[in-house]
T-cell receptor, first 111, second 113 residues
Framework: GIQVEQSPPDLILQEGANSTLRCNFS?????LQWFHQNPWGQLINLFY???GTKQNGRLSATTVATERYSLLYISSSQTTDSGVYFC?????????????FGEGTQLTVNP | KAGVTQTPRYLIKTRGQQVTLSCSPI?????VSWYQQTPGQGLQFLFE???????NKGNFPGRFSGRQFSNSRSEMNVSTLELGDSALYLC????????????FGPGTRLTVT
């Protein structure tokens, strides 16, 4: 099956620092999403980005589908950015909406 | 527009019992998927329902089942609970499924004792 690898697994930053999270995937996809899991467990949508670049405030994401990777950029990090970030992909060949998740990046932003 | 809702939010059950979890998707969304999250296995796909039909199924035993109603609300059932079924169960909805953005509910945290 499709493999989704996220790096780094853990990241510790000082408030105000910038960071880049990476997601590599092994097959062609027709959907790629980035999520932030809050302390209560809910997955918050950050980006739906099967290809191209998007920006939302301090966050931006780029997916290069031909090279099978996506990057999530967090600028001027804040303590509220702490949590787990997941990349999830949907295989192009599937007829349904099954998402395969990476193992996540645990981000800790210290004040 | 209201988001995805899941009930109950927390549940404690005993081994051998069965449990039913409920998910109401975003209005107009027809695809509902279920995921299990555990510390050891991460987030794993259980199944997807679209227009009351199971369209995809993950690699879980037959004790895990689900259904979808004509209003797109979905339920999942776990019979003969085992300790390893303790997990966060997340429901996601999307407009049509494949290729569409998915939105997750707050989850149901199940503890099996």
């Amino acid at each position: 099956g499709i493999q989704v690898e996220q790096s780094p697994p853990d990241l510790i930053l000082q408030e105000g620092a910038n960071s880049t999270l990476r997601c590599n995937f092994s097959d062609s996809v027709n959907n790629l999403q980035w999520f932030h899991q809050n302390p209560w467990g809910q997955l918050i949508n950050l980006f739906y980005i099967p290809s191209g670049t998007k920006q939302n405030g301090r966050l931006s994401a780029t997916t290069v589908a031909t090279e099978r990777y996506s990057l999530l950029y967090i600028s001027s990090s804040q303590t509220t950015d702490s949590g787990v970030y997941f990349c999830a992909v949907q295989l192009r060949e599937t007829s349904g909406s099954r998402l395969t998740f990476g193992e996540g990046t645990q981000l800790t932003v210290n004040p | 527009k209201a988001g995805v809702t899941q009930t109950p939010r927390y549940l404690i059950k005993t081994r051998g019992q069965q449990v039913t979890l409920s998910c109401s998707p975003i209005s107009g969304h027809r695809s509902v998927s279920w995921y299990q999250q555990t510390p050891g296995q991460g987030l794993q796909f259980l199944f997807e329902y679209f227009s009351e039909t199971q369209r995809n199924k993950g690699n879980f035993p037959g004790r895990f089942s689900g259904r979808q109603f004509s209003n797109s609300r979905s339920e999942m059932n776990v019979s003969t609970l085992e300790l390893g079924d303790s997990a966060l169960y997340l429901c996601a909805s999307s407009l049509l499924g494949a290729g569409y953005e998915q939105y997750f509910g707050p989850g149901t945290r199940l503890t099996v004792t």
